[in-house]
């Protein structure tokens, strides 16, 4: 071995074997794969991506600006297959169900009466919510929708709800969690502690919520004070208002109103509260609110 010295740089006169071209060497499991007509690692995870692999979500969105967000920003992931609503009962089943929240309801409720198809039968339910109300959450989560992401919601939090729900699991997008989890630090509301809440909201007084509720004044009373300890309110009226701030119920935006509908016919209350309520829009006819 003989060593050159040049400018300064010090080399060794290794036998390095030459070619008599310049054409660049390929890595050798590139060779072998053409060899043998295999395709290289990438390709085959693309195919195995291609042919059968990839989550089947059908888009059950009744807003058409909102549908085609939708739509587009899941058309764009090369692992998730749009089905076709026309085409849903035909081919593979269907994976993920992403839906708006009274569309969700509707879903889930026709799933527990067995009324889906069976290419729908065992999809996992994802609903887009315009807001994170925490009796709208309860509602959902007790439906049996298995994810909640919020219309502002990035796509990103769509596209991890709809991977996370193929996979068998839930998923709540960040701010929904964060309001479960203030839910979580307080002691929540009885079923008979919300019916309570509700008639108080709209203004009722002890009287008439036990007789609504069939049951004694006194109880009625000791409802409102473990609601009001609840609530950390000093007031009926604090408790109104904390339960509606904070989306505990869904009740029309002037309970006042609806006491004295109540007060203007001979109807039994008791049916009356069973009914939709009727918030008009503008010029428009009035729109029920379940």
């Given at each position: 071995?003989?060593?050159?010295?040049?400018?300064?740089?010090?080399?060794h006169?290794l036998?390095?074997?030459?070619t008599?071209?310049?054409?660049?060497?390929?890595c050798?499991?590139?060779?072998?794969a053409?060899?043998?007509?295999?395709?290289?690692?990438?390709?085959s995870?693309?195919?195995?991506r291609?042919?059968?692999q990839?989550?089947?979500?059908l888009?059950?969105v009744?807003e058409?600006l909102l549908a085609?967000?939708?739509?587009?920003?899941?058309?764009?992931?090369?692992d998730?297959?749009l089905?076709?609503?026309?085409h849903?009962?035909?081919?593979?089943n269907?994976?993920?169900?992403?839906?708006?929240?009274?569309?969700?309801?509707?879903?889930?409720?026709?799933?527990q009466?067995?009324?889906?198809?069976?290419?729908?039968?065992f999809?996992?339910?994802l609903?887009?919510?315009p807001?994170?109300?925490?009796?709208?959450?309860?509602?959902a989560?007790?439906?049996?929708?298995?994810?909640?992401?919020?219309?502002?919601?990035?796509?990103?939090d769509l596209?991890?709800?709809?991977?996370?729900?193929?996979s068998?699991?839930?998923?709540l997008?960040p701010?929904?969690r964060w309001?479960?989890?203030?839910?979580?630090?307080?002691e929540?509301?009885t079923?008979?502690?919300?019916?309570?809440?509700?008639?108080?909201?709209?203004?009722?007084?002890?009287?008439?919520?036990?007789?609504d509720?069939?049951?004694?004044?006194?109880?009625?009373?000791?409802?409102?004070?473990?609601?009001?300890?609840?609530?950390?309110?000093?007031?009926?009226?604090?408790?109104?208002r904390i339960?509606?701030?904070?989306?505990?119920?869904?009740?029309?935006?002037?309970?006042?109103?609806?006491?004295?509908?109540?007060?203007?016919?001979?109807?039994p209350r008791?049916?009356?509260?069973?009914?939709?309520f009727?918030?008009?829009?503008?010029d428009?006819?009035?729109?029920a609110?379940?």
């Amino acid at each position: 071995m003989f060593v050159y010295i040049c400018r300064g740089v010090i080399t060794h006169n290794l036998q390095v074997p030459t070619t008599h071209n310049s054409t660049p060497q390929r890595c050798p499991a590139k060779i072998q794969a053409q060899q043998e007509h295999l395709p290289t690692p990438k390709e085959s995870e693309m195919s195995e991506r291609e042919t059968g692999q990839r989550v089947a979500v059908l888009v059950c969105v009744a807003e058409p600006l909102l549908a085609v967000g939708v739509r587009t920003s899941l058309a764009a992931e090369p692992d998730i297959q749009l089905i076709d609503s026309e085409h849903a009962c035909d081919g593979r089943n269907v994976d993920v169900l992403v839906a708006d929240t009274d569309t969700a309801a509707a879903l889930a409720l026709d799933r527990q009466r067995q009324r889906l198809g069976p290419r729908l039968e065992f999809a996992a339910i994802l609903a887009i919510s315009p807001q994170a109300r925490e009796h709208a959450v309860r509602c959902a989560l007790e439906q049996g929708i298995r994810g909640l992401v919020l219309t502002r919601s990035p796509v990103h939090d769509l596209l991890a709800g709809v991977r996370a729900l193929a996979s068998g699991g839930r998923y709540l997008c960040p701010q929904i969690r964060w309001q479960m989890a203030q839910v979580s630090q307080r002691e929540v509301l009885t079923s008979r502690e919300d019916e309570v809440l509700r008639l108080l909201t709209m203004g009722l007084c002890n009287k008439s919520i036990a007789r609504d509720l069939e049951i004694a004044v006194g109880t009625v009373k000791a409802h409102v004070k473990s609601i009001m300890g609840k609530l950390d309110a000093s007031c009926r009226t604090e408790a109104a208002r904390i339960a509606t701030e904070r989306g505990l119920m869904d009740l029309p935006a002037t309970p006042s109103r609806r006491v004295k509908t109540l007060g203007a016919t001979n109807r039994p209350r008791r049916a009356l509260l069973s009914q939709p309520f009727l918030i008009p829009q503008g010029d428009e006819p009035a729109r029920a609110v379940v």
